[in-house]
């Protein structure tokens, strides 16, 4: 088989995040601009291409005084590094639809690698456009001190403000390119 080039559908994809927050609840948010290039035959997935570019200063956690601090210097640094970005370099295949995901995430300038938990969710034929479709979900953990985002302040009943463990969780729709 050969890989096929699928974009992004981004009104039908959305990549989230969690965090801890005053370690009794967790503060969630998402990032509304990012695209991929995904070369991939769906019947082997091993031997996929993937990059994921983000756009740091798209982080939406629906309160604008936190996005603007996770914009500044404390956090992703936007005005020095505006992109945050996923290269894949290896992907192994666990189940029948499950693949481990590794590649080096690019934060803040800092880059370590990470594995994602994947679920290809199948693929289908657009009714609207005819276009084959493809859906793909997973998540992974990090750690944002890993990253550089070390900022935190304590709390009145002890502990921290933010949790150390940031879930990053994405579904992907992707349309195979003609």
Known sequence: MTRTTWSVDTVHSELGFSVKHMMISKAKGSFDSFDAVIEADVDNLTDSKIEVTIDASSINTRNKDRDDH????DF????????ITFVATDIKKKSDN????TGDLTIRGT????????VFEGQSKDPMSGNTVAGFSGGTKISRKDFGLTWNAAVETGGVLIGDEIK???EIEAHKEA
């Open 70 to 73: 996770l914009r500044s210097g």
């Open 76 to 83: 992703f640094d936007v005005e020095n590094h505006p992109k």
């Open 98 to 101: 499950n693949y481990d995901v």
């Open 111 to 118: 880059t370590n690698p990470v594995t994602a938990d994947v």
């Open 168 to 170: 990053i969780n994405f």
